[in-house]
Nanobody
Framework: QVQLVESGGGLVQAGGSLRLSCSVS????????MHWYRQAPGKQRELVAS???????TYADSVKGRFTISRDNTKKTVYLQMNSLKPEDTAVYYC?????WGQGTQVTVSS
């Protein structure tokens, strides 16, 4: 059974930082591209960042230069380091692998 479990969300002031983690079980982690998505209230879910099995990374324009995605294949975990957070980054953040989603973790950035 595939499981993705996010953690690390919380409340932070604008300009602050958070690091999200997504721990994966039940699948071959190292060969799969991992994604972070987010969904703000009343908005569609959007892709934030992706990292391939070869460590190639892509980012949404809105987070480039502020967010960093990384992975640790030995721990079967993908991370999202979020710096210089803005109120518009407030959303539920989800990790995804293939067709599997985690339950999400709330990030709230106060102004």
């Amino acid at each position: 059974q595939v499981q993705l479990v996010e953690s690390g969300g919380g409340l932070v002031q604008a300009g602050g930082s958070l690091r999200l983690s997504c721990s994966v079980s039940g699948m071959l982690f190292s060969i799969n591209t991992m994604h972070w998505y987010r969904q703000a209230p009343g908005k569609q879910r959007e892709l934030v960042a992706s990292i391939t099995s070869r460590d190639s990374k892509t980012y949404a324009d809105s987070v480039k230069g502020r967010f960093t995605i990384s992975r640790d294949n030995t721990k079967k975990t993908v991370y999202l380091q979020m710096n210089s957070l803005k109120p518009e980054d407030t959303a539920v953040y989800y990790c995804k692998a293939i067709a599997y989603w985690g339950q999400g973790t709330q990030v709230t950035v106060s102004s």
